[in-house]
């Protein structure tokens, strides 16, 4: 399964909201809560547990950061064979993003009828998710940054005049 | 059911922890094939992937260290429910060590009677195994070379 998006962001930004699932975890199609989320210095590492609801039945699972090139790449492999191994990738396009989504399912989900059924289950759910991350990403990238310690414009806090009679 | 076992090792605390710490040291000492191993600065986020065959099946899985404190503690996930969440902890013994390897079923292993079974299974499988482990670690400790007490080095001026 491979779905890719145009998202009207800079890669560091689309990067950056892809390296924390928890900044889009409600948008999943699948009930789906972080219970743990573990970022490393280097990238690869970083380490997330969820917990999920299907038809009632709790799951719990987590996946781990296996390869990442900053901005360019990230692999992320789960330890639910069907989950398997999602890579992510990054590339300048225009004034913004594509980003292109790759799956792979482990085990006993690689075999042909299983991948088929797999493959048609996740495009399905990506089609749903992708539009939603774009508009989040993108409604993130229009507000105007915060720099820490930099003072309001001078004009939007100077007094009237005292008016004298 | 929470399965706890405790053995001691020979080799000082941070030759053990050392040890648990770096999948790529335990390569001889585990019953099956290791592979993609990545160790991070810090220990947290330090994973591997691993195999085995049974009966013509291969099964495999993903395990990574989620909580480490130096020469105390290791937190260690795995992708296996039957294996779930392990700690290891290290507490220093006479000239050794004592680990102490308690391990949280996940997933159906923590209802009964799958917990029993677990927790009837655990010691006996970890007295079959861990001999290996604690032989390997040993050795690894005899091999390291002892560092000399400091002495004051002689300068220039002291001469």
Not at chain 1, 24 to 47: A, N, Q, S, W
Not at chain 1, 49 to 75: C, H, L, Q
Not at chain 1, 102 to 126: C, F, I, K, Y
Request: glycine content about 4%.
């Amino acid at each position: 399964m491979k779905q890719s998006i145009y998202i009207e962001a800079p890669v560091e930004t689309v990067f950056d909201h892809f390296m924390d699932p928890r900044k889009d975890i409600d948008l999943m199609p699948i009930d789906t809560e972080v219970l743990e989320f573990k970022l490393t210095e280097e990238g690869i590492g970083t380490y997330t547990s969820y917990r999920s609801k299907i038809a009632g039945i709790p799951f719990e699972m987590f996946d781990v950061v296996t390869d990442m090139v900053r901005n360019k790449r990230i692999t992320s492999k789960s330890s639910s064979a069907m989950e398997g191994t999602w890579t992510y990738t990054f590339e300048p396009e225009g004034t913004g993003t594509r980003l292109t989504l790759e799956h792979q399912a482990g085990s006993l989900w690689r075999l042909p009828l299983l991948r088929n059924v797999m493959d048609m289950t996740t495009s399905r759910m990506t089609a749903s998710y992708l539009p939603k991350a774009k508009a989040r990403i993108e409604a993130e990238a229009r507000k105007p940054k915060v720099v820490p310690g930099q003072r309001k414009p001078a004009a939007s806090k100077a007094r009237k005049p005292a008016t004298r009679s | 059911m929470v399965a706890r076992q405790s053995f001691y090792v020979d080799a000082p605390v941070q030759t053990v922890f050392d040890y648990f710490k770096d999948p790529n040291q335990q390569r001889d000492a585990v019953l099956f094939d290791l592979h993609d191993v990545k160790v991070t600065k810090d220990g947290v986020g330090t994973h591997y992937s691993w195999d085995f065959k049974v009966a013509g099946l291969r099964y495999e899985g993903l395990e990574v260290l989620t909580e480490v404190v130096p020469n105390k503690h290791i937190t260690e996930r795995s992708s296996m429910a039957l294996a779930g969440l392990w700690e290891y902890d290290f507490k220093p013994e006479g000239t050794g060590t004592r680990v102490t390897m308690t391990v949280h079923p996940q997933s159906f292993w923590r209802f009964p009677p799958l917990d029993r079974l677990m927790g009837f299974a655990f010691p006996r499988v970890s007295k079959a195994v861990m001999p290996r482990f604690i032989k390997a670690i040993e050795e690894t400790a005899t091999r390291k070379p002892k560092v000399a007490p400091s002495r004051p080095r002689k300068t220039a001026a002291s001469r």
